[in-house]
């Protein structure tokens, strides 16, 4: 059974930084793309960071660049994305997903990936 598991959101105020992580099990871990996404109330999901685990391909969304970085640990099957700066627009539940085929590279696509984990919420206070 897939799992995805996400953790380390909380709230915390602008300028500061957060570390989400994503533990995975339940497949192949090298052989998937692990996606991170955002909710916020009332607005659609997007896509804010990829990774391609077989060879550590990375890409952002344009308004995380700089900012945001996403990195795996294939040894623990787990995908971290370090925030920084991060600002009230930020706030939204950020979710982790896998996809085994995604073609994207960006956007990064909702609809590419199989799995998702139920969430972890990130609110930055003004």
């Known amino acids: 059974e897939v799992q995805l598991v996400e953790s380390g959101g909380g709230l915390v105020q602008a300028g500061g930084s957060l570390r989400l992580s994503c533990a995975a099990s339940?497949?192949?871990?090298?052989?998937?793309?692990i996606g991170w996404f955002r909710q916020a109330p009332g607005k659609e999901r997007e896509g804010v960071s990829s990774?391609?685990?077989?060879?550590?391909?990375?890409y952002y969304a344009d308004s995380m660049k700089g900012r945001f970085t996403i990195s795996s640990d294939n040894a623990k099957n787990t995908v971290y994305l370090q925030m920084n700066s991060l600002k009230p627009e930020d706030t939204a539940v950020y979710y982790c997903?896998?996809?085994?085929?995604?073609?994207?590279?960006?956007?990064?696509?909702?609809?590419?990936?199989?799995?998702w984990g139920q969430g972890t919420q990130v609110t930055v206070s003004s």
């Open positions: 990774i391609i685990n077989r060879n550590g391909s990375t």
């Open positions: 997903a896998a996809g085994a085929w995604v073609v994207a590279s960006t956007p990064i696509l909702d609809y590419e990936y199989e799995d």
């Open positions: 339940g497949f192949t871990f090298d052989d998937y793309t």
